[in-house]
Structures are given as C-alpha cells and as structure tokens.
C-alpha cells in the first residue's frame, strides 16, 4: 500500500510557463509534507516544506498547495527554467517522534525545454 | 558548514557477501535517516537514528540493521546480500524534529553480482 503517490512520471513544459506537480496520499496522520529535487548522480535536496495547518506556503518561484480534505498536494514552479529539469520526490512524515521517517513518492520528472 | 558524507560512493559485492556503508551527518544534527532508492523507484525508508538509538523502522528484512555513534555517525550493514540489494543507499541528516529539512548525502551505489 502506497501512502504518498506521485501519479505522474514525467512532465514536460516549456521555459517560462507554469510546472505544476502533483501528489497524493492516503494516511491521514501525515501532518508535514516536503518537496525534494533531486538531480543524476547526486541527492535530493530540499526545496519547501508545509505544515498540514496551512493550505499555502510560497518561497520564491516554488509553491506548494496542500489539500487536507482531498489528501492532495502540489507544487507550483513560476516562471519555469530549464535548471528546474531534475526528478521532483513529494515526502510526508507524521509527528514529532516520526519527523525522521518520511515517506517518499516514486518522483516526478521535469524537463524544462528552452 | 560540511555537508552529509557518505562512503563509499561505489561498491561492488558478490552475493552471500556482507557490506557496511557509513555516513557522517552534519554537525549538531542528531537524526540520521537511511534510504534505498532502486531504479524507477522512490525512496523506501530504511530505518532512523536519533540519539544512537533507532527511532523509526521501515518494513526491510533483518539482514539490513544499522547503529548510530555518540558522535552521531551512523552505520549501515546488510548481511547475506542477495542481487535484488543492488540499490542507491542514501543518508539524510537532520535536527530531528517536526518539519526538520532532511539533508541527504550523494548515496552509495551497491551493486552486487
């Protein structure tokens, strides 16, 4: 049983329109949600997280957007840029003494086409 | 400030064999998390460390196992390896609380033949 999916394995977009990556899951305990990039040969790296008391949390060009009564959340990259093209993992962990157990989607590839 | 180190970067067992990979987290982070990434995969949770005692654990047999140092550096072995072990195996370091950003490592890369 997958809890966070990641429905879509790719996407594609043109340089300067919107990326908007989606993730959903099914554990209603989860209460911290994560995004991480991730390119070739390295590790992901953290991009912008969001508590389950918000709905909105926006760092720059990212945005994520959490529904809790439709489990879903998204990512919203504006305007896009070809160094955005990297694997996109949606994570979500649940309390404090879980904080260090997140569970991962199978991850979004982005390509960003100049 | 360093970052998580992971070592081996490459590694290359026979099967039947065992293997242990070692990360160093960032200084004053107490938690260390590890993760298998297999190909076209997410990334399943192994199992994490927060204060040298394992906190969480993921759904692995127990040929995985690990340990955490007093100085935070963690372990991973995993006995009896078997071809399906072959797998990215990636630390994240972090404070350790609710909502603590992970830092992950660049990964072991385990192949085993």
């Known amino acids: 049983d997958q809890q966070v999916k990641q429905n879509s394995p790719s996407l594609s977009v043109q340089e300067g329109r919107i990326s908007i990556l989606n993730c959903d899951y099914t554990n209603s305990m989860f209460d911290y949600f994560l995004w991480y990039k991730k390119y070739p040969a390295e590790g992901p790296t953290f991009l912008i997280s969001?508590?389950?008391?918000?709905d909105k949390n926006e760092d720059g060009r990212f945005t994520v957007f959490l529904n809790k009564s439709a489990k879903h959340l998204s990512l919203h990259i504006v305007p896009s840029q070809p160094g955005d093209s990297a694997v996109y993992f949606c994570?979500?962990?649940?309390?404090?003494?879980?904080?260090?157990?997140?569970?991962f989607g199978d991850g979004t590839t982005l390509t960003v086409k100049p | 400030k360093a970052g998580v180190t992971q070592t081996p970067r490459y590694l290359i067992k026979t099967r039947g064999q065992q293997v242990t990979l070692s990360c160093s987290p960032i200084?004053?982070?107490?938690?260390v998390s590890w993760y298998q990434q297999t190909p076209g995969q997410g990334l399943q949770f192994l199992f994490e460390y927060f204060s040298e005692t394992q906190r969480n654990k993921g759904n692995f047999p127990g040929r995985f196992s690990g340990r955490q140092f007093s100085n935070s550096r963690s372990e991973m072995n995993v006995s009896t390896l078997e071809l399906g072990d072959s797998a990215l195996y990636l630390c994240?370091?972090?404070?350790?609380?609710?909502?603590?950003?992970?830092?992950f490592g660049q990964g072991t890369r385990l192949t085993v033949v």
């Open positions: 200084s004053g982070h107490r938690s």
């Open positions: 994570a979500a962990s649940e309390g404090n003494a879980n904080a260090g157990k997140s569970t």
């Open positions: 969001i508590s389950s008391i918000k």
């Open positions: 994240a370091s972090s404070l350790g609380g609710t909502g603590a950003e992970a830092f």
